[in-house]
């Protein structure tokens, strides 16, 4: 058989190869899940605490994302601001620009999920991991507040307040206390970051 | 958050990451996601690979189970979907290795009789005859012809896949190309 015909044969197999008749999806997630993350949770709005503090950081956070970004997009791109450049030619302003929106996007991103998972999931899972990640996150956070980033101060304002959230997670130790995590929520209140987080949106949108 | 929620905001996301980072934390809604996401061609590959609807339903939870199992490792180096594609094959050609369930001779062309519209120049029997034969391939070069010749794949992902050089791909591709022609010989001028 030439490699030709072969081809043809293969070609004609790629077109009337038998699909599989179409499982029960839900039905296999049944098994999935029971062995990846043990029994179906009974009900997980009303096995937690209902959180404000979670969904509106969130919600505030996403939005900071979305908005405080974008806004930060344009300060950057429009002419003249006193600028820390650390080496970076102004005419590469706008490829620099643009990598720290990626930086700062991520960082955010990532801060969100971890902050939102930490009041209810905390005590239960390693605590050595939310260190890591925070630990990692305050580097950025860190990294960032000393950039061209933080020329914004709204912005600015935004990463200290992260900074001073993230130092505490990373300082969680395996077998904390529920203590521990709640003077970490706790102080999320005290020192009203999401009310400022919100006021930070508030500004941003109206353009300030 | 629901998983449609979930999936509704990963739609608005550029890319997965979302999803993970939640999946990675434990978040089982986030992990259904996923695997609403990725469950149909996983379960495709996976029936084309083993051929056998029982267990390719099998092999396809045994896969996400995997794939949750290990999440924590996945770092994006690759897509992932490549990276759960690559765990599917494992598990499916590992499932093949220790049940010996690879279907051949009678039973594959008995398959003949449920084929799709048959395409303007295969006879019936040769096409039954072909898929005989690439079943009938070891396990590896099964894969590469499933992979590369019906799936698709790039020698650069299906070596990405089952861990070996992209080289190695092609060579195991010609191998079972061979292999293919060899087993067909008799039948060569049938359909045209």
């Given at each position: 058989?030439?490699?030709?015909?072969l081809?043809e044969?293969?070609?004609?197999?790629?077109?009337?190869w038998?699909?599989?008749?179409?499982p029960?999806?839900?039905?296999m997630?049944?098994?999935?899940?029971?062995?990846?993350?043990?029994?179906r949770?009974?009900?997980v709005?009303?096995?937690?605490?209902?959180?404000?503090?979670?969904?509106?950081l969130?919600?505030?956070?996403?939005?900071?994302m979305?908005?405080?970004?974008?806004?930060f997009?344009?300060?950057?791109?429009?002419?003249?601001?006193t600028?820390?450049?650390?080496?970076v030619?102004?005419?590469?302003?706008?490829?620099?620009?643009?990598?720290?929106?990626?930086?700062?996007?991520?960082?955010?991103?990532?801060?969100?999920?971890?902050?939102?998972?930490?009041?209810?999931?905390?005590?239960n899972?390693?605590?050595?991991?939310?260190?890591n990640?925070a630990?990692?996150l305050?580097?950025?956070?860190?990294?960032?507040?000393d950039?061209?980033?933080?020329?914004?101060?709204?912005?600015?304002?935004?990463?200290?307040?992260?900074?001073?959230?993230?130092?505490q997670?990373?300082m969680?130790?395996?077998?904390?206390?529920?203590?521990?995590i709640?003077?970490?929520?706790?102080?999320?209140?005290?020192?009203d970051v999401?009310?400022?987080i919100?006021?930070?949106?508030?500004?941003?949108a109206?353009?300030? | 958050?629901?998983?449609?929620?979930?999936?509704?905001?990963?739609?608005?996301v550029?890319?997965e990451?979302?999803?993970?980072?939640?999946?990675q934390q434990g978040d089982?809604?986030?992990?259904?996601?996923?695997?609403?996401?990725?469950?149909?061609?996983?379960?495709?590959?996976?029936?084309r690979?083993?051929?056998?609807?029982?267990m390719?339903?099998?092999?396809?939870?045994d896969?996400?189970?995997?794939?949750?199992?290990?999440?924590?490792?996945?770092?994006?180096?690759s897509?992932?979907?490549?990276w759960?594609h690559?765990?599917?094959?494992t598990?499916?050609?590992?499932?093949?290795?220790?049940?010996?369930?690879?279907?051949?001779?009678?039973?594959?062309?008995?398959?003949?009789n449920?084929?799709?519209?048959?395409?303007?120049n295969v006879d019936?029997d040769?096409?039954?005859?072909?898929?005989?034969?690439?079943?009938?391939?070891?396990?590896?070069?099964r894969?590469?012809?499933?992979?590369?010749d019906?799936?698709?794949?790039?020698?650069?992902?299906?070596?990405?896949?089952?861990?070996?050089?992209e080289?190695?791909?092609?060579?195991?591709?010609?191998?079972?190309?061979?292999?293919?022609?060899k087993?067909?010989?008799?039948?060569?001028n049938?359909?045209?």
């Amino acid at each position: 058989m030439t490699e030709e015909r072969l081809n043809e044969l293969l070609d004609d197999a790629r077109r009337t190869w038998p699909l599989p008749p179409e499982p029960d999806y839900q039905a296999m997630w049944g098994r999935i899940e029971r062995e990846s993350f043990g029994a179906r949770r009974p009900d997980v709005g009303a096995a937690r605490t209902p959180s404000w503090r979670t969904f509106s950081l969130g919600l505030a956070a996403a939005l900071m994302m979305g908005i405080g970004l974008g806004r930060f997009t344009m300060n950057q791109a429009a002419p003249a601001p006193t600028v820390v450049t650390q080496g970076v030619p102004t005419d590469t302003a706008t490829p620099a620009s643009n990598a720290y929106d990626k930086v700062a996007s991520e960082l955010l991103g990532r801060t969100v999920v971890l902050l939102t998972s930490l009041p209810s999931e905390a005590r239960n899972s390693s605590g050595e991991r939310f260190s890591n990640q925070a630990t990692e996150l305050l580097t950025s956070t860190r990294l960032l507040l000393d950039s061209p980033a933080a020329s914004d101060p709204r912005f600015k304002d935004l990463l200290e307040d992260l900074e001073l959230v993230l130092a505490q997670i990373a300082m969680l130790q395996s077998g904390r206390s529920r203590q521990e995590i709640d003077l970490i929520t706790d102080a999320l209140e005290e020192r009203d970051v999401v009310p400022r987080i919100q006021s930070a949106v508030a500004r941003l949108a109206r353009g300030d | 958050m629901t998983h449609a929620a979930l999936a509704a905001e990963a739609s608005t996301v550029p890319d997965e990451r979302f999803l993970i980072a939640r999946a990675q934390q434990g978040d089982r809604d986030a992990a259904r996601s996923l695997y609403d996401a990725h469950s149909r061609r996983v379960h495709r590959l996976v029936f084309r690979l083993c051929g056998d609807e029982e267990m390719a339903r099998d092999l396809t939870q045994d896969t996400f189970i995997r794939v949750f199992d290990k999440l924590s490792s996945f770092r994006g180096e690759s897509a992932f979907a490549t990276w759960v594609h690559r765990i599917a094959v494992t598990v499916t050609l590992n499932g093949l290795r220790k049940e010996r369930r690879l279907k051949r001779g009678a039973d594959d062309l008995d398959v003949a009789n449920d084929l799709p519209a048959p395409s303007n120049n295969v006879d019936p029997d040769l096409r039954a005859r072909l898929r005989a034969a690439i079943e009938a391939l070891p396990p590896g070069s099964r894969a590469s012809v499933i992979l590369h010749d019906i799936e698709g794949y790039t020698h650069a992902e299906i070596g990405e896949m089952l861990g070996i050089a992209e080289g190695t791909s092609k060579a195991r591709l010609f191998d079972a190309r061979s292999r293919l022609r060899k087993a067909l010989a008799a039948y060569a001028n049938r359909g045209e």
